[in-house]
């Protein structure tokens, strides 16, 4: 499980931006790593919301966006979820349960990246928040 988790984040991590890249490589195990993810959703949902916002991301572009996104919040949930009981109780099952959290998020992160990568742009506007975004 380890190996197909490394795998996946390697690959996202050669699609990411800098910042991105530094973060994952600066995270120290699997909590770390959790929190990195997380925080790489909510940066690609902003980046979605602005291209959304500047009509770079409508149609059926847009529509599978938000089917991706749909089926990545409950992955980052259970990130989340298996991050706060590694954090409450440090054992192997629960790394385990992590680990394999953190495999299916990577995924889904990859697929959203693969739905960017075609029309990012620059993004030099202040990001704005759609519901149909909406991490709750």
């Known amino acids: 499980m380890r ?8 690959a996202i991590m050669a699609t990411g931006c800098a910042g991105t890249r530094d973060a994952y490589k600066a995270a120290e195990g699997v909590e770390e790593t959790a929190k990195v993810m997380s925080e ?3 940066a690609i949902l902003n980046e979605l919301n602005v291209m959304k916002a500047n009509g770079d991301l409508a149609g059926a572009a847009l529509d599978r966006a938000q089917s991706v996104v749909r089926a990545a919040a409950p992955a980052i949930d ?3 979820l298996a991050s706060d009981n590694y954090t409450a109780a440090k054992t192997a099952k629960t790394e385990a349960e992590l680990t394999a959290a953190l495999s299916r998020a990577a995924i889904q992160l990859s697929r959203l990246i693969d739905i960017i990568k075609p029309v990012r742009r620059p993004v030099t506007s202040t990001p704005v928040l759609f519901p149909m975004f909406a991490t709750n």
């Open 78 to 80: 259970e990130v989340r």
């Open 40 to 42: 790489h959703y909510l």
């Open 3 to 10: 190996n197909k988790l490394l795998i996946v984040l390697l």
